[in-house]
Structure formats: C-alpha cells, structure tokens
C-alpha cells in the first residue's frame, strides 16, 4: 500500500472530525473571542486551521473536546499578545491634541479654504465632480452622473483618479517636518 492510497481515508475522517467538532468550535470561539479583542470567526478559522497542521496521524485528536478547548485558549492568548505588542507603522505621527472652540472652528475654516483651493486647480471634470460630492445635499450617484452628464459606472474610476490627484497636490503643498534632535 502507498501513502496515497490513505488519502481518501485521511480526508473522509477529517470531514467527520470537522462536522463533529464545529458546534464546539464556534460556541468556544464565540466565547473567548471578546477578552482577546478577536473576530470569533477568524479565531475559528485559525482553530480549523490547527488542525489541519496536526501531524498525519493525529487525526482526530485523542479527546477532541479538550483539544479544541486548549486550542481555542492557546489562539485567544496568542491573539492577546500580538495586540499588545503591535506598533503603528514607523513615520506615522501621533494624533493631534483636540483643539475646542474659537481654535478648531479656525483651523477648521482654514482647512475648508485650502482643500477647495486645491480642488479648483484639479484638472478636468475632477473639480466639478468632487464638489458634487461633498455637496450638503447628498446627492446620489445617479443624480451627480446626470448632473455632470457622465455614466452612473463611471463616476467611481474617475472620482479615484480624482482623489488620487488632489492627495499628490497637497502632499506636494505640505511641508515635510523636520526630524526632532536633528539640525542643520
């Protein structure tokens, strides 16, 4: 006999193990989940995934109730710890403290200016197009396709573009801070 020839034994007890264990497998998921800050559904998956990795022979595990409590509370404290320890990515800056009142309405206003300034100098329908989306009124896909006389398919591709200009022009326009303890 080959190796081969167990596969199709290997696989009819592993459909059997995975009917059998997935009630148990998503009430413990759905359980421990919240504490780690995880989709249950995605600890499940990593749960299933377990399992597959046993070794050939070790399928179904000896007391499979115990195996996928274990399992599930191993992959909730792992996902615990990666939590933890995951950073933001280097060069992003910390937000900025939230300014109140006279301050914000400000810096709010001045804000507004610059990214309709930035729009108007967009080239094409882009400014045309932008506008209507930002508009208090709300319009629909449909309504701004017939207001720029443009398919309603469209408008998606061309307000990406869109955007993607106006994110270039005003990085282009920011001032790149300089490094702290860094001079010149």
Do not use: F, K, N
């Not at 990795?53 to 115990?66: I, K, L, N």
């Not at 992003?92 to 914000?104: F, I």
């Not at 208090?136 to 200009?165: H, K, N, V």
């Not at 282009?172 to 001079?183: C, I, S, T």
């Amino acid at each position: 006999m080959t190796p081969l020839d167990h596969e199709p034994d290997r696989s009819a007890v592993t459909a059997r193990t995975v009917r059998a264990l997935q009630p148990l497998v998503r009430a413990e998921a759905r359980a421990e989940a919240p504490a780690a800050g995880l989709d249950p559904a995605d600890l499940e998956q990593t749960v299933w995934l377990r399992l597959l990795e046993r070794p050939t022979g070790a399928v179904p595990p000896g007391d499979p109730a115990r195996w996928v409590r274990d399992t599930v509370r191993a992959e909730a404290r792992r996902g615990r710890r990666t939590v933890r320890r995951e950073r933001p990515y280097a060069g992003t800056e910390p937000a900025a403290p939230l300014v109140t009142g006279p301050e914000r309405a400000a810096l709010g206003a001045a804000e507004g200016r610059a990214l309709r300034a930035a729009m108007a100098r967009l080239p094409g329908r882009c400014a045309r197009l932008l506008e209507a989306m930002l508009s208090p009124a709300d319009p629909t896909y449909r309504e701004i396709a017939g207001e720029l006389g443009i398919s309603q398919g469209s408008l998606g591709p061309i307000r990406s573009r869109c955007l993607g200009c106006l994110r270039r022009m005003l990085a282009a326009e920011v001032a790149v801070p300089e490094l702290r303890g860094r001079g010149r």
